[in-house]
């Protein structure tokens, strides 16, 4: 795949997200693009930032290091933000932290205490997203929704995590209107969670942000509030 071709792929995802926020009466830019690069070499990754993509998303810590570490020594200069969109388990945490922006994929509480806790060596905060499981399919990850508003109310004992919203993965369904309806019930979940902290400092807890929508539905995700797409596929074929 030339850079060429990466880059009219990144124009296209990022006019169709253009028109699907304007539809949703937002802005182009109140959606960020989050480059998932799980499928790509690093030439490819490459392409993508000459292109104007800052955001970068990996599913798998090790990959994440290994793909940020090679952007390094190739771009030094580069600002890129990178996401970890996958499972985190503790005993990466540590080596993790120092490479993330955005946390997306934060899925029980002691991996909120262990992120608390190395963040607080680190001196600086981490921000998360906690990963939400509305299609309630069992092999999805994420908290029930019914867990969540117990668990909001003990994230002001966490000093040093910055909790931005809530994450989820649509059902493997495919059906658009099953999709919509998750997405949809994602929004009312962040909604009831920023009403139930409104008193929190908002430096700490804030519930603003909806990680949302993949290559197959970025569209419906951004229609129904999606404010960061996790796009991977649509960019590399
Ligand atoms: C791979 C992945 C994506 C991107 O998936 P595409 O369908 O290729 O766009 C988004 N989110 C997560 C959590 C992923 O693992």
């Known amino acids: 795949m030339t850079a060429a071709r990466i880059a009219a792929n990144l124009a296209s995802v990022r006019d169709r997200m253009a028109d699907a926020a304007r539809r ?15 499928y790509a070499q690093i030439d490819q990754v ?5 292109a ?26 580069s600002d890129v933000r990178w996401h970890l969109v996958g499972p985190l388990q503790r005993n990466k945490a ?3 932290l120092p490479y993330v922006s955005l946390i997306h994929s934060v899925e029980s509480w002691r991996l909120l205490e262990a992120i608390d806790r190395l963040a607080s ?11 939400a499981n ?29 909790v931005r919203g809530l994450m989820t993965i649509a059902g493997l369904s495919g059906v658009a209107d099953e999709a919509r309806r998750e997405f949809a019930r994602l929004r009312k979940l962040r909604d009831e969670m920023r009403a139930r902290t409104s008193g929190a400092s908002p430096e700490r807890v804030a519930f603003e942000e909806l990680s949302m929508g993949m290559s197959g539905d970025f569209e419906i995700a951004i229609e129904e509030g999606a404010t960061l797409v996790r796009v991977g596929s649509a960019l590399f074929e």
């Open 52 to 77: 104007g993509c800052r955001d970068l998303g990996e599913s798998r810590p090790q990959e994440l290091w290994h793909k940020a570490d090679e952007l390094d020594k190739l771009r030094a200069d």
């Open 134 to 162: 509305v299609s309630g399919e069992a092999a999805k990850h994420g908290f029930a929704p019914e867990e969540l508003p117990p668990l909001v109310d003990r994230l002001p004992a966490l000093a040093h995590v910055h």
């Open 121 to 131: 060596e680190r001196g600086r905060p981490t921000a998360v997203l906690l990963e």
């Open 46 to 50: 490459l392409a993508l930032l000459d």
């Open 24 to 38: 949703s009466g937002r802005r182009a830019d109140d959606v960020t693009l989050v480059a998932v690069t799980k």
């Open 94 to 96: 540590r080596r993790t």
